[in-house]
């Protein structure tokens, strides 16, 4: 069975600081990893995702994610946060060759000033 | 469609009775989904169509959730006998089949909002 781990149901930055959101799956088989964002009213839309090929991910709003399959891990990242980055986003994962995705339980994010 | 349309956006209903709800998912996506999402519990996955497979139902949470696929394209999903703990959004989302290269990618709706009272 598949699943993932986001720790921090919240996360609280300033403007201009690094954005680390944490992931950990776990599967019995190649994954495919997801990041999806939702914004405050809005529906999700996919962020970046990790189908097996280059293990560093780059998404929109110049999010990034490396896939590193010795720590179990798809963390997010941003080098520098804007106030407009303030939303939830959730990990997700999918064993390889097939589409169910498992989501996590999402990691609001807060930036401010 | 251009997106995924559902319906009702807003539903209140009474503990005890039936409501539907319905998503219209791209055209040509073979693959419908079902998530519910409650506050602080994440996505839920509920139940996945593909194509003229059967459903993978393994997410229901009781006998009482059901949903069903017409002609491969609108979904409804039925919960009967509805109980305080229902009360979530309801998120559907459809992709294209496997082995294409947008597969695994969700488009997702805006979402109905059930309460119940």
């Known amino acids: 069975a598949q699943s993932v781990t986001q720790l921090g149901s919240h996360v609280s930055v300033s403007e201009g600081a690094l954005v680390l959101l944490r992931c950990n799956y776990s599967s019995s088989v190649p994954p495919y990893l997801f990041w999806y964002v939702q914004y405050p009213n809005q529906g999700l839309q996919l962020l970046l995702k990790y189908t097996s090929a280059a293990t560093l991910v780059k998404g929109i709003n110049g999010f990034e994610a490396e896939f590193k399959k010795s720590e179990t891990s798809f963390h997010l990242t941003k080098p520098s946060a804007h106030m407009s980055d303030a939303a939830e986003y959730f990990c997700a994962v999918s064993p390889a060759g097939f589409q169910k995705l498992v989501f996590g339980t999402g990691t609001r994010l807060l930036v401010s000033p | ?117």
Not at chain 2, 31 to 57: C, H, M, V
Request: with cysteine; charged share 15%; hydrophobic share 30%.
């Open chain 2, 1 to 117: 469609g251009a997106g995924v349309s559902q319906s009702p956006s807003n539903k209140v209903t009474e503990k005890g009775k039936d409501v539907e709800l319905r998503c219209d998912p791209i055209s040509g996506h073979t693959a419908l989904y079902w998530y519910r999402q409650s506050l602080g519990q994440g996505l839920e996955f509920l139940i996945y169509f593909q194509g003229n497979s059967a459903p993978d139902k393994s997410g229901l949470p009781s006998d009482r959730f059901s949903a069903e696929r017409t002609g491969g394209s609108v979904s409804t999903l039925t919960i009967q006998r509805t109980q305080q703990e229902d009360s979530a959004v309801y998120l559907c989302a459809s992709s294209h089949g496997q082995g294409n290269s947008g597969a695994n990618v969700l488009t997702f709706g805006a979402g109905s909002r059930l309460t119940v009272l």
